[in-house]
């Protein structure tokens, strides 16, 4: 964890080197979940709800999942980059050294320039929190705050996910963009509103309703029992198989070789 | 001619990454359904409320995600914003070609590559989805090809406005911000995030007679059946103004720019 703490604060140095290039990094990533809060806000200038969700409640659930995904990727951009870290190298390098080869690739990346987007987040959330209407009781506060921290974890369990696959392809896979990105973009409404079908998948397959919805629901009153509230624990369950498969690609790694 | 070989290298040259094309158009199918899902329920919602029909809404919807090449601003032709940081710009200054016809005629190429490998897959997976969610044919002829024109014009919008945007590199070095912001912003102007109609009525009348509202709003507009009659003859008017400013504009600023560039060490 020092350790750790150290390779932090080296990655904060480095990145402060650059204070213009930083700036407009993060303004650019602020700019981009603006502009997905703008088309929301345009929306629900001519309707009222969708699929049973008022404005505050969506901006609400919109924020969660910007929050928790910005969170992740500030922390686990190093999954995220890591096909370029098998395509260079860096990755036998990694091996070699005696720490703990998740811990290495952890540390190789933090993205402060990320914290644009949490701080969008968190705006949008002081604007709809106290519009929401919810009382706020402890077990809703326990609630927000499992959404944000397991959506977190199930995030960077997506990222170690893609990482996974990057050990047989090499090249970065586009189609995982479509649960990360994805999830983040399309996490901007209730997934119920998308149907059925896409509710299923992301319950059952990919939990990221789990995270979201069925919390949300409990979260805005919509039902009374706690087990709706703790739902995102049960998510963190997706960190297994993508662990598990990560070990899987380890042990079936072989180096590009350059 | 010089331009025509150049064309058809960065065209050939684009068409090479299809197995990325694939990969890509998985995901944007993926994300194109996910908006049309989005609209449904909206619509089912409140249907008066809504500017265009549904209908409408799910052909922008898939003609969008079909041309995302040729749409969207933040395709940048990357290679270019290399040349300028790395100092490649002094090769091509000793070449005997006009630089904005150069670049222009790069980033055209490789606009078009990138939308023909694109395009055909989901235009006939949109075509043959299940009915509300189905992408629909226009009913003339004569649409299809105003489309047509109207799709050129906003591609020769777009490539002159990101040629504005190659150009501010010249001052800046480090022009990533300017890429990201401009083209966040220039996008979702543009109707990349949600269709122009659904804009508050002040902005959105500004941003039709802005260069944006010239960009993908045409052609989709054209297309769906949004646009007809004199609006569409003065929107494509627009398209025809806008190009030409662009262009003059990229030119005089490149000619500035090229006169006070510095090259970086040897």
């Known amino acids: 964890m020092r ?3 150290k390779y932090f604060s080296v990655h904060i140095k480095s990145q402060m080197q650059y204070k213009t290039s930083f700036f407009f990094t993060t303004t650019g990533q602020f700019l981009v979940a603006f502009a997905t809060f703008l088309s929301i806000h345009f929306l629900f200038d001519r309707f009222d709800s969708v699929g049973g969700f008022y404005y505050e409640e ?10 928790a995904f910005s969170i992740s990727e500030l922390i686990g951009r190093g999954f995220d980059r890591f096909p370029m870290l098998l395509g260079n190298g860096g990755f036998d390098r990694a091996l070699v050294r005696p720490r703990n080869v998740v811990f290495q690739v952890l540390a190789s990346q933090v993205e402060f320039s990320r914290l644009g987007r949490f701080v969008q987040a968190v705006a949008i959330l002081v604007y709809a929190l106290p519009r929401s209407g919810i009382d706020w009781t402890w077990d809703k506060i326990l609630t927000l705050t499992l959404m944000i921290t397991c959506g977190s974890v199930l995030f960077f369990g997506l990222f170690v996910l893609y990482a996974a696959f990057s050990f047989f392809t090499i090249e970065g896979l586009e189609f995982m963009n479509i649960l990360t990105d994805g999830g983040r973009e399309h996490g901007r409404l209730p997934f119920s509103v998308y149907g059925e079908g896409v509710l299923k998948f992301l319950t059952y397959v990919v939990p990221l309703a789990l995270i979201q919805y069925y919390p949300l629901l409990y979260l805005v009153g919509r039902e009374e029992s706690i087990l709706y509230a703790l739902t995102p624990v049960l998510a963190l369950a997706f960190l297994l198989p993508c662990w598990g498969f990560f070990r899987f690609g380890l042990r079936h790694y072989k180096s590009t070789g350059s | 001619m010089m331009y025509r070989a150049l064309f058809r290298i960065r065209f050939t040259n684009s068409l090479q990454y299809r197995a990325a094309a694939l990969a890509g158009l998985t995901t944007q199918f993926a994300w194109g359904f996910m908006y049309v899902l989005a609209f449904a329920a909206f619509y089912r919602s409140n249907p008066a409320a809504f500017p265009m029909t549904f209908q409408q809404t799910v052909s922008y919807i898939w003609m969008q995600q079909a041309f995302i090449a040729i749409f969207f ?13 790395s100092g490649q710009i002094s090769y091509e200054l000793v070449r005997p070609m006009d630089l904005y016809n150069r670049w222009f005629t790069m980033t055209t190429a490789n606009r078009l590559s990138r939308a023909v490998l694109r395009c055909l897959p989901i235009l006939i997976v949109a075509f043959v989805l299940p009915e509300p969610y189905r992408l629909v044919f226009p009913g003339e002829w004569a649409r299809l090809g105003l489309f047509v024109l109207s799709m050129v014009l906003s591609l020769g919008v777009v490539v002159s406005f990101s040629m504005l945007i190659y150009i501010s590199a010249f001052s800046t070095i480090n022009s990533i911000g300017t890429r990201i912001v401009v083209g966040v912003a220039g996008d979702f102007l543009a109707g990349g995030y949600i269709p122009i109609p659904f804009f508050p009525d002040a902005l959105r009348i500004a941003v039709e007679l802005s260069p944006f509202g010239a960009m993908q709003n045409m052609p989709l507009l054209i297309y769906s059946g949004y646009l007809t009659g004199s609006a569409l003859a003065r929107g494509m008017l627009l398209q025809v103004f806008w190009v030409v400013i662009l262009v003059c504009v990229g030119r005089v600023l490149l000619n500035r720019a090229l006169k006070r560039v510095v090259v970086q060490g040897g």
């Open chain 1, 58 to 67: 969506v901006l609400i659930c919109f924020s969660v999942m910007i929050m």
């Open chain 2, 73 to 85: 601003i933040w395709m940048y032709d990357n290679s270019i914003f290399e040349a300028i940081e």
């Open chain 1, 3 to 5: 350790l750790y703490i």
